[in-house]
């Protein structure tokens, strides 16, 4: 079984900083890109960035420069740094990770349950 589970999510205020931690956990060959995403209320989910197991990021253009995503591969693990934090990017943050397990378990996209944010104004 595989698992990617998220936390950090939190209450803030406007301006403040947040950082949200996934670690994915079970039987796990290799992960490729991880990401996150996020779905503000009554709003589709959207890609806030991505990095590859390389290190390469790509970002939302409308969040470059207050948001960080980086990732530890011996932990498993993919950040998000937001800082400068606005009440648009209230929302359920999740995490999703490109997974090749061991065995005969499902190779592909992974996601987290997702963790609230709220900014405040």
């Known amino acids: 079984q595989v698992q990617l589970v998220e936390s950090g999510g939190g209450l803030v205020q406007a301006g403040g900083s947040l950082r949200l931690s996934c670690t994915a956990s079970?039987?796990?060959?290799?992960?490729?890109?991880m990401a996150w995403h996020r779905q503000a209320p009554g709003k589709q989910r959207e890609l806030v960035a991505g990095?590859?197991?390389?290190?390469?990021?790509n970002y939302a253009d409308s969040l470059k420069g207050r948001f960080t995503i980086s990732r530890d591969n011996a932990k498993k693990t993919v950040y998000l740094e937001m800082n400068n934090l606005e009440p648009e990017d209230t929302g359920v943050y999740y995490c999703?990770?490109?997974?090749?397990?061991?065995?005969?378990?499902?190779?592909?996209?992974?996601w987290g349950q997702g963790t609230q944010v709220t900014v405040s104004s």
């Open positions: 999703k990770a490109y997974i090749i397990p061991f065995g005969d378990l499902r190779r592909g996209d992974y």
């Open positions: 079970g039987s796990i060959f290799n992960i490729n890109t």
């Open positions: 990095i590859t197991n390389g290190g390469s990021t």
